[in-house]
């Protein structure tokens, strides 16, 4: 059996790849594992396979005798921070995906994801098929306003002095009512966009990026905003706009808030993926603080900041945990903290993000099927270690990444959730970065070719 979990949980073509019956025997697998889990919590996006797949999650959970609560319709972030309530949560959503796939992501209490050790546990179990039921299966049952406990728990934490003129974009995910609400009740003047629930994403994909948020763009610059937030299909991921309609490049925004978090908290770590740029560094180091790297995916940078402590953690692609709150990522709530930090300092956006700038930073990805990334990574090992010159450090963290004297850097590596291989490279210059860029795509492409022969 191939591996079922990646970077973020369970993820795939929906009938394909996700079914049913693959949730079906997730759900029966989770009652087995050694922690207990006695109840759990569920929650779908906006997907229209979402529902069928949690029914199906939930009816083999109760089947071994676990009670099950439904929370509905729910950003992922908001069901990771409901699990404190119960033993674990199952969150099915494939987040910035296109809608013809699904997932599954398993939390446990703290809102990290479920651990590598029990994902394996569970890929075993399935292997081996099921053990006897109990005579006694687990309840059922609905209750849909659980969010008001994440939304009450977000305006505990953060008030807000100034009105703010703010335009969210949920993207027609998950996420609109729970934004909307927070926002309005923090004293904001909210101008929404793209709220309506719809599991096609017909408005704009579900991946916040500068191409699909051009209509938010021109509609925070038209409108005389002082910003706007986009989240992705379920909310674990923001993006900003600023006043000028100008889609803040995220390692900026990372960078920017990082320093401002370790300046706060005077110093400290900041958890980060190998895919990071190095100007977050740069930024943290400014503040008296660390930055530590992680192999890519929420669960490695959770697990960094339980053992080892951290102001915060992030991926590049805009999931911010703050593990004072959730160890899990959360676009909602680091869209509320930025306004938080902005009425601080008395910022606008493009104020607060004008000192930290990546340098050339170049993003790719090439189709591989999922059985052959294995074989192309090493191969492309084997090629880069005579490709590439003035190499000073070499990780494999995750994926291969190299870094050279000039502090530019090159990262190749398997996505956890598509059938691709991702392409990274920061150059220090615009020539540096496309001259390596090219090197480390035709690397790759000449391994994905010789291992499919």
């Known amino acids: 059996m191939p591996k079922l979990f990646g970077s973020s949980g369970i993820r795939g073509l929906f009938e394909s790849e996700v079914t049913p019956l693959l949730a079906l025997k997730l759900g029966a697998a989770l009652p087995q594992l050694p922690r207990g889990v006695k109840h759990l919590v569920l929650g779908w996006d906006s997907r229209t396979s979402g529902h069928s797949l949690a029914l199906a999650v939930a009816a083999g959970a109760s089947a071994y005798g676990c009670d099950v609560t439904l929370a509905g319709l729910t950003p992922t972030p908001v069901l990771a921070y409901l699990t404190r309530f119960f033993d674990m949560g199952v969150m099915v959503t494939a987040s910035h995906n296109p809608p013809e796939y699904n997932g599954l992501k398993v939390f446990i209490r703290d809102g990290s994801s479920l651990p590598e050790e029990e994902c394996t546990f569970v890929e075993e179990f399935l292997l081996k098929g099921s053990p006897q039921a109990p005579s006694k299966p687990g309840s059922l049952e609905s209750a849909e306003d659980l969010v008001i406990h994440y939304i009450d ?13 703010v335009a969210i974009d949920p993207g027609c995910g998950s996420s609109g009512y729970i934004a909307l609400k927070i926002f309005q009740s923090l004293g904001c003047q909210v101008y929404a ?7 096609f994403f017909p408005a704009r994909r579900s991946e916040p990026d500068e191409e699909s948020l051009s209509t938010l763009s021109r509609y925070v610059a038209l409108k005389g905003l002082d910003l706007g937030f ?9 993006v900003a706009v600023d006043s000028k309609g100008r889609v803040v490049q995220q390692d900026s925004l990372l960078a920017s808030y990082a320093h401002y978090a370790a300046a706060k908290a005077g110093s400290g770590t900041v958890v980060v993926n190998v895919d990071t740029s190095a100007c977050v560094d740069v930024a943290v180091e400014d503040a008296g603080g660390r930055v530590f790297r992680t192999k890519v995916g929420d669960v490695f940078i959770a697990e960094e900041l339980k053992s080892a402590g951290g102001v915060m953690g992030s991926e590049p692609c805009g999931a911010w945990i703050h593990p004072w709150f959730s160890l899990a990522p959360d676009g909602i709530f680091s869209s509320v903290l930025i306004l938080k930090a902005l009425e601080e300092l008395n910022l606008k956006l493009e104020e607060f993000t004008s000192k930290y700038k990546p340098f050339t930073v170049l993003r790719g990805k090439l189709p591989c099927p999922n059985h052959l990334k294995r074989a192309a990574l090493e191969k492309v090992e084997e090629l880069a270690s005579n490709a590439f ?7 494999k963290v995750d994926g291969l990444r190299l870094e050279f004297s000039d502090k530019s ?11 691709i291989m991702r392409v990274t490279v920061e150059g220090i210059t615009s020539n540096r970065a496309n001259n390596l860029f090219s090197q480390a795509r035709n690397i790759v492409e000449r391994a994905i070719k010789e291992v499919s022969k």
Do not use: F, H, M
């Open 153 to 165: 728990e977000v305006l505990r934490a953060v008030s807000l002095k100034r009105c703010w003129r």
């Open 193 to 199: 966009l793209n709220t309506q629930p719809d599991g």
């Open 230 to 238: 986009a989240y992705d299909g379920d909310a674990d991921r923001v």
């Open 389 to 395: 010159k003035d190499v000073t450090n070499v990780s």
């Open 409 to 419: 850097w090159v990262l190749i590596r398997p996505s956890g959730t598509e059938p």
